[in-house]
């Protein structure tokens, strides 16, 4: 089931199954393991979805805020919680937030992706105890 969405007078068409399905297995295991899913939200979206990478960033970010919101409630009632770190990394991510699509408006979209994939194989051997 394709959905077309309409950005900024540009029409593109998004499989909305393929998008459900994975966004729903990526809300699972990132609240099991404790990431905040994006990295996986990004390739399912431009990739699985066909959505260009300026819709993608945004749409991610909306999506795994749900997601992390949930999964963080939930960890705090089981006491997996440190106050000092949250109050630490919040003021941060919100700054990050704030000036990471200045930085990404100002450089090639094509740049964007290689960042974003050379962090992805950073993140996977870490995962997997390689680096």
């Given at each position: 089931m394709n959905l077309t969405?309409?950005?900024?007078?540009?029409?593109?068409?998004a499989n909305?199954?393929?998008?459900?399905?994975?966004?729903?297995?990526i809300a699972i295991m990132s609240s099991m393991f404790g990431f905040g899913g994006g990295p996986f939200m990004v390739p399912l979206m431009t990739v699985g979805m066909g959505l260009p990478m300026y819709i993608v960033v945004g749409?991610?970010?909306?999506?795994?805020?749900?997601?992390?919101?949930?999964a963080s409630i939930r960890h705090y009632q089981f006491g997996n919680f440190d106050l000092l770190l949250?109050?630490?990394?919040?003021?941060?991510a919100i700054l990050g937030g704030y000036i990471g699509p200045?930085?990404?408006?100002?450089?090639s979209p094509l740049l964007v992706k290689r960042i974003a994939s050379a962090g992805l194989v950073i993140l996977g051997l870490k995962l997997v105890g390689l680096y």
């Amino acid at each position: 089931m394709n959905l077309t969405i309409e950005f900024w007078g540009q029409e593109f068409k998004a499989n909305m199954i393929v998008g459900c399905i994975g966004g729903f297995f990526i809300a699972i295991m990132s609240s099991m393991f404790g990431f905040g899913g994006g990295p996986f939200m990004v390739p399912l979206m431009t990739v699985g979805m066909g959505l260009p990478m300026y819709i993608v960033v945004g749409s991610s970010l909306l999506a795994i805020f749900f997601n992390t919101a949930i999964a963080s409630i939930r960890h705090y009632q089981f006491g997996n919680f440190d106050l000092l770190l949250f109050l630490i990394m919040f003021p941060a991510a919100i700054l990050g937030g704030y000036i990471g699509p200045m930085i990404a408006k100002k450089i090639s979209p094509l740049l964007v992706k290689r960042i974003a994939s050379a962090g992805l194989v950073i993140l996977g051997l870490k995962l997997v105890g390689l680096y």
